[in-house]
C-alpha cells in the first residue's frame, strides 16, 4: 500500500465478504503489481481479502497493514476453506503470473485481463517447469493442428518472436475458464467477448495513480534539478521497459530529421533495457543523437514520477498491440503531459482532443515526425493538449470510482452463462488379458453379437476406454446398436450412457440420437466411429469435425475403418495411411494406431465368419485437445474458395478448408 | 447391462500361466519373439493370466519392457549370473549345461509366493527348471526347433552348428521333464514324439492375419520383389545362391527390382550383388507394404519357415522352394519351386503379367487363412487338455472354463 493513500479505516468487527487475489505485489517490478497495490486499500473496505503470491515471489514489507497473504502452495493446500470465496485473477503477459494458470482452471475466478495477448505467459511457463509442456499444450489446444506446426516453425527460426508473440494470443484456457472478465479496454473487451462467448466481459478503465498528488504540483525546474537534468532545453521521454514494439527508431529518425527545425532538445529512454532482447544502442549511434540522447536504466517509482514531471512531450507509440492498457500513459495523462501514440488498440480508443493520435499505416513516420514537430515547435499545443489530458484522467479515472466498479463485480450476479467446460476425466484402457477375460465373461451370445459387429479391431485391441460413472460415450457406426451392446458388456459402459446413432444421421443437417433428441456437443467422453475408409471427402470433413464437435476437451475418439484389399479407390480420404494426421488436423493428440497383431485372438473367443476376408481393418485411438478442426482437401476443388467451420449447405458441395 | 451371472466367476478363476523366456516380446523383431507373443496372447485369449519371466539374455529398451508390463499380467526380468556356456560332452553341450542357477533361484522365490496352475518354459536346455515347480503345476516345452542331432544335419551341408545342440538322448531327457511338449511343424512334431514319453502337440504360427492391400504400379515401374530374414546359417546359404542366380540373369533384373530386408543384409555387404539392402527395418509391415511380392528362395533348414508365413501374413504375393514351405499346407505352383532360378522365372511372369499378382494374392491370403485355422483348432485342443490337466491336479471339479470359447 502506498503512503500517500487516503483511504478510510475499517473497524475491525466490520464483517466483510472474502475475496481472494491471485496477483504479484511490491517490490515486484512489474506494473500489474503496483496496479493491485494501488486499489488494495479500497478493496480491503469492501472485502476480507487474501492475497495469493507465487511462491518464489519476494513478500512485501508492510504485513501488518495489508491483506492476509498466502503462498500458492499454502493457497492449494487450503483451498477447501476458500471454496465459497470469489476469486480475481490479475492476468498479465510476464513470468509472475505463471503460478495462476494452474489454479485457474481448479478455482475459476474473476480474471482481470491486463494483456490481451498472453503469448509469454505460457513460454515463460514452460520454461519454468518444461515438464508441464504449457506452451505445447497451449498452442494445441488454441489451434489444433495449426498451432502444433507453428511451433515446428517457429523453433526452425531465429526471428520467431516477431510472428509468436502478436498473432497467436493463447488466452483460450483463461478466458474460457473464467467467471467472467475485467478488460480495461474496449478493445481488449469486444475481443475477449468474441473469444470466450459465454463469459461476461467487464470495461473497467485503468484508474489514476495516487501518487500523482504528490508530483502533479512539482514544478518542471524542480524535478529536472533533482534529476540532474538541464533546465533549457525540450525533454522528449519515452517511459517504460525498452522493447522493439515500442518504436523508438522512430522518434529517432524524427528527431534527427528535426534537428535543425526545433529548439534544443533532449530525448530520454527512462525505462530498463534487455539489449539480449532488443539493442537500441547502435540504432541511437547511427541517428547522429548520441550527445542529445539520455538513457536512465530501471527507475524506482519516486524517479519515474520525477522524470514524468520534468518532460515537456511523451511518446507512447506501441505496434503491434498485445491489447495492454499502458499504465504509464495514464499516469502521463493525469499529470497533465503532452502525449503522442499510434491510434491503434487500447490507445486509439482515447478521445483525439486528449492525445495526439498517429494512424499506423505506410506513412506512419512522416505522420509521426508531423506531429512531432507540431507538439515541439509550438508551445501553446502542447500545454492544451496537457491540459485536456488532466481534465479527461480527473474525470474518468478516479481510483476510487474504479475501486467501486471492482466491488460491483464482485458481487454482481451476472456470471458466466454456462459452467466452464470439464476437461474429461483420466481415461483407463483395459490390458489385452483384462479384454480377453472381460469378452469371455460376456454372455453366451457373444460370437454372434461379434460376428453380427461390423468392426472389431477396437476389441480386440482394447482401442476404447473403460466406462464409469458419468461418463458417456457417442458410437456412430451403420449397425450402432451392435457396437453399443459390445461396448456395454466388455467395457463397463453403462446403457443409458451410450447414444447409439446411424452414420447417416450423424452426417444429417441436425444430429439426434435414436430417441430423437438433439445430441448435445462437447458431452461425450468417448466417441466410437466405424465405416468404410472409402467414404465422399466432404463427408469424411464433416464427420471429423462432427467427432471434435460431440466430444469434451480431453474425451476420447477411437475410428475403426475398413478398405477392401483390392480397392477401386486407391487411396481413400480416410484410409489407414491417413488415419492419424487426419485425427491430428482434427483437434486430436496422443494418437495410437491399432494393428491386428496388438491385440487378442478373436478367434479364440468367438471363431469368425469368412465375410471379411477381404476387407483390411484400421484402428486408431486419439485424444481431443483442441476445438479447432481442420480438413485438408486432397486437391483444390475449381470454385470453390478456402472456408473453415462452415456448415455443409447440399451435399457433394465441399466445406472446411482448402489448405 | 448384458452379463451373465457367472460372469465375474470366470473373470475370479482365471488360470496363472508362468511363460519363461529368454527372448523378449517386444519388439517382435524375430521369429522367436514373435512365437512367444503369439502363445502367451493366445493363452491371454483363452482367459489365462500370464507372467511373463524374462531371462535377460538380450537387450530391451525401456520402451518395449514398458510395452511388456502393459502386455502382460506381470512381466519379471531375470539377470542371467553369466553367459559362459558349459561344453559338459565331448560333441555337444548337455541339455542342462546353458540353465543359469540364477533361474532356479528366481522360480523358487516366484512360487513361494505366487500361484501358478501351468508353467511354459521356451526351449529345451531351460527345461532343468521345471524341476523347481511344485508338482501340481503343468508343464509345458516350447521347442521352437529340434535341438537333437542339429550339429550332425548342419554338418551334412557344411555348416557350424550355430547357437545350441545336443544329442538325441540328452534332447529327450530335456522333454520328459514336461507334460506336454509343443512342436511348431507336424514333422517335428512326429521327431520328438519318438524322442520323449511326455505328449507332443503341433502348434504352428498363430499371429492373426494382418492382410494388406495390393502396391499401385505404375505403368513401366518395376516388379518391387522382398526378402525379410535372419542371418541363420540356412537364409545366408539361400540368398546368396539367389543372388549368384540373379546376378547371371540381366533380363529379370530389367524388370525387378529386389530388397533384402533383416540380419541378412550383413551376409550381403561384402559380396557383390543385384539386391537393394535395406538392413534392420523398424516395422516389418511397412517392408511388405511396399513390395509387390515376397519371396523365400530356401534351400534346406530346420522348424518353421516363418519368412513365408509372415509374407502371406500380410497378404503379399508369394513365391517359393518347396522346403521354404515345409508344414505350411498348400497345392500353388508358385510355393513349390524347385530352384532359385524356378524362382527367377515365376517373378518373371508376374513382372511382366500385373494381373496376375490380385490372384497370387488371393492365393496367399486363403493358404494363411487355412493354415491359421488349423493352428488354432490345435492350440484349443491343446489348452483343453491342460486345463484337464489343471483341474485334475488341483481336484478341482468344476473350475470354470472355456476351452471352446464362448460360442
Not at chain 1, 525540450?234 to 527545425?261: D, P, Q, Y
Not at chain 1, 533532449?266 to 550527445?291: C, H, K, M, T, W
Amino acid at each position: 500500500m502506498t503512503t500517500l493513500q487516503r483511504v478510510p479505516e475499517v473497524h475491525p468487527s466490520a464483517r466483510r465478504s472474502p475475496l481472494v487475489i491471485f496477483a504479484p505485489a511490491p517490490p515486484s517490478k512489474s506494473g500489474i503489481a503496483t496496479y493491485v497495490d494501488e486499489l488494495m486499500p479500497y478493496h480491503m473496505l469492501d472485502f476480507d481479502v487474501t492475497l495469493v503470491l507465487a511462491d518464489d515471489a519476494a513478500l512485501p514489507e508492510d504485513f501488518a497493514n495489508g491483506p492476509r497473504i498466502l503462498l500458492a502452495s499454502e493457497f492449494r493446500r487450503h483451498r477447501s476453506c476458500f471454496s465459497d470465496a470469489p476469486k480475481m485473477y490479475h492476468i498479465g503477459n510476464n513470468p509472475t503470473h505463471c503460478y495462476m494458470l494452474e489454479s485457474l482452471t481448479t478455482d475459476p475466478g474473476i480474471v482481470v485481463l491486463h494483456d490481451f495477448n498472453l503469448n509469454y505467459l505460457h513460454q515463460s511457463a514452460t520454461t519454468l517447469h518444461p515438464e508441464s509442456r504449457a506452451y505445447q499444450r497451449a498452442m494445441l489446444r488454441d489451434y489444433g493442428v495449426f498451432g502444433d506446426d507453428n511451433i515446428a516453425w517457429q523453433s526452425a527460426r531465429q526471428d520467431r518472436e516477431i510472428f509468436a508473440t502478436y498473432e497467436t494470443p493463447l488466452n483460450g484456457a483463461v478466458l474460457e475458464s473464467a467467471v467472467s472478465v475485467i478488460a480495461h479496454s474496449r478493445y481488449v473487451q469486444y475481443k475477449a467477448a468474441a473469444r470466450a462467448p459465454h463469459v461476461p466481459v467487464w470495461y473497467v478503465p485503468h484508474h489514476l495513480s495516487p501518487q500523482i498528488g504528490e508530483f502533479a504540483q512539482l514544478a518542471k525546474s524542480t524535478a529536472r534539478k533533482r534529476l540532474g537534468l538541464p533546465q533549457q532545453p525540450l525533454i522528449i521521454t519515452v517511459l517504460g521497459f525498452v522493447t522493439r514494439a515500442k518504436k523508438l527508431h522512430f522518434s529517432l529518425k524524427a528527431l534527427a530529421e528535426l534537428r535543425n527545425r526545433i529548439p534544443p532538445f533532449r530525448f530520454v529512454i527512462a525505462g530498463e533495457q534487455r539489449p539480449s532482447e532488443y539493442d537500441i544502442a547502435p540504432q541511437i549511434e547511427s541517428s547522429g543523437l548520441r550527445d542529445e540522447t539520455i538513457c536512465t536504466g530501471y527507475l524506482e517509482e519516486n524517479e519515474f514520477f520525477l522524470h514524468l514531471a520534468a518532460t515537456d512531450l511523451i511518446v507512447n507509440l506501441r505496434y503491434p498491440s498485445g491489447g495492454e492498457t499502458s499504465g504509464t500513459l495514464m499516469r502521463a495523462l493525469s499529470m497533465g503531459k503532452p502525449c503522442i501514440v499510434f491510434d491503434d488498440g487500447p490507445m486509439g480508443e482515447l478521445p483525439d482532443a486528449v492525445v495526439r493520435k498517429v494512424p499506423w499505416g505506410e506513412f506512419a513516420q512522416q505522420e509521426f515526425t508531423a506531429a512531432l514537430y507540431d507538439l515541439l515547435a509550438f508551445a501553446p499545443k502542447r500545454q492544451a493538449l496537457g491540459a485536456n489530458a488532466a481534465a479527461y484522467a480527473r474525470k474518468h479515472l478516479g481510483i476510487e470510482r474504479i475501486a467501486r466498479k471492482y466491488a460491483d463485480i464482485v458481487r454482481s450476479k451476472r456470471k458466466r452463462l454456462t459452467p466452464p467446460p470439464t476437461t474429461g476425466t483420466r481415461h483407463y484402457f483395459p490390458s489385452p488379458g483384462s479384454t480377453a477375460r472381460r469378452v469371455r465373461a460376456f454372455e453366451a451370445g457373444t460370437a454372434e453379437t461379434l460376428r453380427a459387429c461390423p468392426a472389431r479391431l477396437w476389441i480386440a485391441s482394447s482401442a476404447v476406454p473403460m466406462g464409469g460413472n458419468g461418463r458417456s460415450a457417442v458410437v456412430v457406426s451403420e449397425r450402432p446398436d451392435t457396437l453399443a451392446s459390445l461396448l456395454c458388456g466388455i467395457f463397463d459402459w453403462a446403457p443409458d450412457s451410450v447414444t447409439a446413432i446411424t452414420l447417416e444421421d450423424f452426417l444429417g443437417e441436425r444430429v439426434h440420437g435414436s430417441d430423437g433428441r438433439s445430441v448435445q456437443s462437447g458431452i461425450f467422453d468417448l466417441a466410437l466411429v466405424t465405416l468404410s475408409a472409402d467414404m465422399p471427402e466432404n463427408r469424411c470433413a464433416l464427420l471429423m469435425r462432427r467427432i471434435n464437435a460431440v466430444l469434451r476437451p480431453g474425451g476420447s475418439a477411437t475410428i475403426e475403418v475398413w478398405q477392401k484389399l483390392v480397392d477401386e479407390v486407391a487411396d481413400p480420404p480416410l484410409g489407414e495411411a491417413r488415419l492419424p494426421d487426419r485425427l491430428r488436423d482434427a483437434g486430436f493428440s496422443c494418437i495410437r494406431r491399432s494393428s491386428p497383431a496388438d491385440g487378442i485372438i478373436v478367434e479364440l473367443v468367438a471363431p469368425a465368419d469368412q465375410g471379411d476376408v477381404h476387407l483390411r481393418f484400421a484402428c486408431a485411438t486419439a485424444q481431443k485437445t483442441s476445438e479447432m478442426a481442420v480438413w485438408r482437401y486432397r486437391d483444390q476443388l475449381p470454385g470453390f474458395p478456402a472456408v473453415m467451420g462452415r456448415p455443409v449447405v447440399e451435399s457433394g458441395t465441399p466445406e472446411g478448408s482448402n489448405t | 447391462m448384458r452379463r451373465i451371472s457367472s460372469g465375474l466367476a470366470v473373470l475370479n478363476a482365471a488360470p496363472n500361466v508362468l511363460v519363461f523366456s529368454p527372448t523378449p516380446t517386444h519388439r517382435a523383431i524375430q521369429g522367436n519373439r514373435q512365437r512367444v507373443f503369439d502363445m502367451c496372447r493366445a493363452m491371454q485369449s483363452m482367459g489365462a493370466k500370464v507372467t511373463l519371466l524374462y531371462y535377460a539374455t538380450e537387450p530391451v529398451s525401456a520402451k518395449d519392457a514398458l510395452m511388456m508390463t502393459a502386455a502382460w499380467d506381470a512381466f519379471e526380468v531375470i539377470f542371467p549370473h553369466t553367459l559362459e556356456h558349459r561344453h559338459s560332452l565331448v560333441r555337444h553341450p548337455a541339455i542342462d549345461d546353458w540353465f543359469d542357477e540364477e533361474i532356479a533361484a528366481a522360480i523358487s522365490r516366484l512360487v513361494s509366493t505366487r500361484h501358478f496352475d501351468v508353467c511354459v518354459v521356451n526351449y529345451v536346455w531351460y527345461s532343468n527348471l521345471l524341476e523347481v515347480l511344485p508338482p501340481n503345476v503343468v508343464r509345458l516345452i516350447d521347442t521352437h526347433d529340434v535341438f537333437g542331432g542339429r550339429a550332425e544335419k548342419f554338418s551334412e551341408i557344411g555348416l557350424d552348428p550355430a547357437w545350441f545342440h545336443t544329442s538325441v538322448v540328452q534332447e529327450g531327457a530335456g522333454l520328459d521333464r514336461a507334460d506336454y511338449v509343443l512342436a511348431i511343424q507336424d514333422e517335428e512334431a512326429r521327431l520328438l514324439a519318438d524322442r520323449t514319453s511326455a505328449q507332443v502337440v503341433s502348434v504352428g504360427w498363430l499371429s492373426p492375419d494382418d492382410f494388406l492391400p495390393l502396391r499401385k504400379r505404375r505403368a513401366g515401374e518395376p516388379l518391387l520383389v522382398g526378402y525379410l530374414a535372419s542371418a541363420n546359417p540356412f537364409n545366408v546359404a539361400s540368398i546368396l545362391n539367389f543372388a549368384a542366380a540373379a546376378s547371371n540373369r540381366p533380363d529379370v533384373l530389367e524388370k525387378i527390382e529386389f530388397r533384402v530386408a533383416g540380419p541378412v543384409c550383413d551376409a550381403l555387404r561384402p559380396i557383390s550383388h543385384p539386391f537393394q539392402l535395406c538392413g534392420i527395418v523398424d516395422s516389418v509391415s511397412e517392408f511388405y507394404r511396399n513390395v509387390d511380392v515376397a519371396i523365400n528362395p530356401m534351400l534346406g533348414g530346420t522348424g518353421l519357415k516363418i519368412k513365408s508365413l509372415e509374407a502371406m501374413r500380410y497378404g503379399k504375393p508369394l513365391v517359393a522352394t518347396a522346403e521354404a514351405m515345409t508344414g505350411i499346407a498348400t497345392h500353388h505352383s508358385g510355393h513349390a519351386l524347385s530352384s532359385p532360378e524356378a524362382v527367377l522365372e515365376h517373378l518373371l511372369e508376374l513382372a511382366t503379367r500385373n494381373s496376375l499378382l490380385a490372384g497370387e494374392a488371393s492365393i496367399s491370403r486363403d493358404v494363411y487363412r487355412r493354415y491359421r485355422e488349423e493352428q488354432l483348432t490345435a492350440f484349443r485342443s491343446l489348452w483343453s487338455g491342460v486345463m484337464a490337466s489343471v483341474r485334475s491336479r488341483d481336484g478341482m471339479t468344476a473350475r470354470p472354463d472355456h476351452p471352446e470359447g464362448v460360442a
